[in-house]
């Protein structure tokens, strides 16, 4: 399994960016997939996680309402659109697949994903 993220940045505050990750797995629709985001000196931390379905999606406080988490199987592609950014936002974004074939709430844990993505960096500057 190859996770691969694109689409990182500089952006000014309130700007847009969006962020994907293609995913070099059989069966991609078969996974719950998630967002995360590690900023210097801090631990890395849960954004948005979406079902394998698409249907159920999950974010953080901080970013509901400005960060949308979608997928598309045909291409094995997770993407997150990030508006309204600010730039408590300036993180490595990574990208992140959970093998388990059970549960169709997609976890917000980074204990629970099996495999991650290498990052991709978005600044974001007032």
């Known amino acids: 399994v190859q996770l691969q993220a694109f689409g990182g940045g500089l952006v000014q505050a309130g700007g847009s960016l969006s962020v994907s990750c293609a995913a070099s797995?059989?069966?991609?629709?078969?996974?719950?997939m998630g967002w995360f985001r590690q900023a210097p000196g801090k631990e890395r931390e849960f954004v948005a996680a979406?079902?394998?379905?698409?249907?159920?999606?999950r974010y953080a406080d901080s970013v509901k309402g400005r960060f949308t988490i979608s997928r598309d199987n045909a291409k094995n592609t997770v993407y997150l659109q990030m508006n309204s950014l600010e730039p408590e936002d300036t993180a490595v974004y990574f990208c992140?697949?959970?093998?388990?074939?059970?549960?169709?709430?997609?976890?917000?844990?980074?204990?629970?994903?099996?495999?991650w993505g290498q990052g991709t960096l978005v600044t974001v500057s007032s």
């Open positions: 992140a697949l959970d093998l388990n074939l059970v549960s169709e709430v997609a976890s917000m844990r980074t204990t629970d994903y099996d495999y």
């Open positions: 797995v059989r069966a991609f629709g078969n996974y719950n």
């Open positions: 979406i079902s394998r379905s698409g249907r159920m999606t």
